[in-house]
C-alpha cells in the first residue's frame, strides 16, 4: 500500500468528492481524518467502512471557516494519529448562482470564505505538523474558463485556490508538495443542486469521454498526488475533465 503508516486529513468528506478521497487514501493504507459540516451519514458511515477493512479513521464536525474548527480537526488528528502527511482541501461549494448585478457583498464574501479561505485555514494550522508530505487542493474547470452562468464568485475563488497552489508549492518545497485538481462535470451533488439535467447531458455529448466524471475518478487521482509516485509533480493545477477543456 503507497500510504501505509501515513496520516490524511480530508475536508469535506461527508459526500462525494471528499468521500471518495477518503475512501481511496484509506484503501492506500493511510489514516483519515474526515471533517463534515453536514453530512454525517456520508462520514460516519465511511468510517465504519474503513475501519472494518482493517484501517483507522474517525469524522468530525466542523465549520472550517472558523479557526476554532479548523484547530478542532487538526488537534485531534495529531492526537490520534501523531501528526499529518496528507492535506486534501475539498471544502468549497457554489451556494447560489448570482450575477454580479444581483450578488450581495455578504454573498460574495461567503463563496470566498468557503473555497479560499478555509483552506487558507487549513494549510496554516497544519503546517507546524506537516514536515513532509503532500497537499492536494480541489479547485475547479471553473477556476480556468470563468464558470457558468451566476457562478462568477465561484469561479473567482477557485482561481485563487489555483494561484495559491503555485504560490505554497513555492513556499513550501522541497519537503512539501502542492498540487491542486480542477475537475470539470462531475457527478454529484453539486451538479444535482445547480445544474440542468439537460446541459450535464450535453456535456457528456460533447465530451471526448462521453461521460461525466465520478467522485472515484477524483479520488484516484487525489491518491496519486499524495504518494510518492507524484515525487517529482508540485504546484500543478491538473484537468481532470474528460477532455472538455485543454489548458
Given at each position: 500500500?503507497?500510504l501505509e503508516g ?7 468528506a461527508?459526500?462525494d ?6 475512501m481511496?487514501l484509506?484503501e492506500e ?7 463534515y ?9 465511511a ?6 477493512a482493517g ?7 466542523g465549520d472550517?471557516n472558523?479557526?476554532a474548527?479548523?484547530d478542532a480537526l487538526?488537534a ?9 502527511d496528507?492535506?486534501v482541501n475539498?471544502?468549497g461549494g457554489l451556494i447560489?448562482?448570482k450575477?454580479?448585478a ?6 460574495w464574501n461567503?463563496?470566498?470564505d468557503l ?6 485555514l487549513?494549510?496554516?494550522?497544519c503546517l507546524p ?11 475547479s474547470?471553473a ?5 457558468g ?9 477557485k482561481?485563487a485556490?489555483m494561484?495559491m497552489?503555485?504560490?505554497?508549492a ?6 512539501i508538495r502542492v498540487n491542486?485538481?480542477?475537475?470539470g462535470?462531475?457527478d454529484t ?12 447531458k450535453n456535456?457528456e455529448?460533447?465530451s471526448?469521454?462521453?461521460r461525466?466524471g465520478?467522485?472515484?475518478?477524483i ?8 504518494s510518492?509516485e507524484?515525487a517529482?509533480i508540485?504546484g500543478?493545477n491538473?484537468?481532470i475533465n474528460?477532455?472538455?477543456l485543454?489548458?
Open positions: 500500500m503507497k501515513k496520516t490524511a486529513i480530508v475536508t469535506g461527508g459526500r468528492i471528499g468521500r471518495a478521497c477518503a481511496r484509506a493504507g493511510a489514516n483519515v481524518a474526515l471533517n459540516f453536514s453530512s454525517s451519514e456520508g462520514a460516519d458511515s468510517v465504519a467502512e474503513i475501519t472494518a484501517g483507522k479513521a474517525f469524522a468530525l464536525q472550517l472558523s479557526q474548527g479548523v487538526v485531534r488528528t495529531v492526537a490520534e494519529f501523531g501528526g499529518v496528507i492535506l475539498n471544502t447560489a448562482r450575477t454580479i444581483e450578488m450581495s457583498l455578504e454573498h461567503a463563496v470566498m473555497n479560499l479561505t478555509s483552506t487558507f487549513m494549510v496554516k494550522a505538523h506537516l514536515k513532509s508530505g503532500a497537499i492536494v487542493n480541489i479547485a474547470q477556476g480556468r474558463d470563468g464558470g452562468p451566476g457562478a462568477v464568485a465561484y469561479a473567482t475563488s482561481g485556490v494561484t497552489t503555485r504560490g505554497l513555492k513556499e513550501l518545497g522541497p519537503d491542486a485538481l480542477c475537475p462535470m462531475i451533488d453539486f451538479h444535482n443542486i445547480f445544474t440542468k439535467p439537460e446541459v450535464r456535456v455529448n460533447a471526448p469521454l462521453k461525466q465520478s467522485p472515484e475518478d479520488g484516484n487521482l487525489v491518491a496519486y498526488l499524495a510518492e507524484s517529482f508540485t500543478a491538473i484537468d474528460g477532455g472538455m485543454f489548458s
